[in-house]
């Protein structure tokens, strides 16, 4: 195994849901020799304990470290992140009564929320006065109930949530990613990046020796 050269990239933020951690979990591993590249793959990098922290940072050094003590003779190139927040999560195949109920929970405080949210944004603005005057300008009288300017506006409010948001149920209207994918991918590079450096900053990263 001279004169082997191994490409290593590594995720920012893997999940795993057994407690060992292989070499294969952090990311995609490639070298010319099939039979090292299986070896070093199915290296263990790191176990959970059923008392340890259910998430830890491990170093790219560390894994090069590793890897060259399997097999020595080998150049390794690191082509993806420095370092490797990796989580231990447990997924349950059949999803219970209380996962259900916090979707529930969910949807009607994403509901009620947006709804409040909207009506006190209008209430702010004065929007029944606007139309109100602008009813009068076109019609020259006083509106009586119900218009076809609010009607058209609730529409019209509707149908530009659905084409900002880029979702109607569970299909897209076009390929691009939604804002709120887009929001939540933004925070989760933030998170990572923060667990990350405080890690290194307590000293609880596992680096090379």
């Known amino acids: 195994m001279a004169n082997i050269t191994v490409y290593l990239k590594c995720e920012r933020n893997v999940e795993i849901q057994s407690e060992d951690v292989f070499m294969k979990d952090m990311g995609s591993l490639r070298c010319a ?79 009620f929320g947006t709804a409040f949210t909207i009506m006190a944004y209008h209430n702010d603005v004065g929007i029944n006065e606007v139309f109100t005057e602008i009813y009068k300008m076109v019609m020259n009288r006083e509106p009586e109930g119900l218009n076809t300017l609010e009607v058209s506006y609730s529409i019209g409010l509707a149908a530009g949530i659905i084409l900002f948001f880029n979702h109607i149920g569970g299909r897209r209207i076009t390929k691009d990613p939604t804002p709120i994918e887009v929001a939540m991918r933004n925070y989760e590079e933030d998170v990572d990046k923060a667990l990350i450096a405080t890690a290194g900053r307590e000293g609880k990263e596992e680096d090379a020796i």
């Open 33 to 111: 020799d099939s039979v090292a590249e299986a070896k070093l793959k199915a290296l263990k990098v790191h176990h959970f304990g059923k008392n340890d922290p259910k998430r830890c940072v491990i170093s790219s050094l560390k894994l090069v470290e590793l890897m060259e003590d399997t097999c020595p003779n080998i150049s390794v190139e690191i082509v993806g992140e420095p370092d490797v927040l990796v989580e231990w999560i447990s997924v349950n195949k059949h999803k219970s009564w209380q996962q259900w109920g916090k979707a529930a929970l969910v949807c009607l405080v994403s509901f």
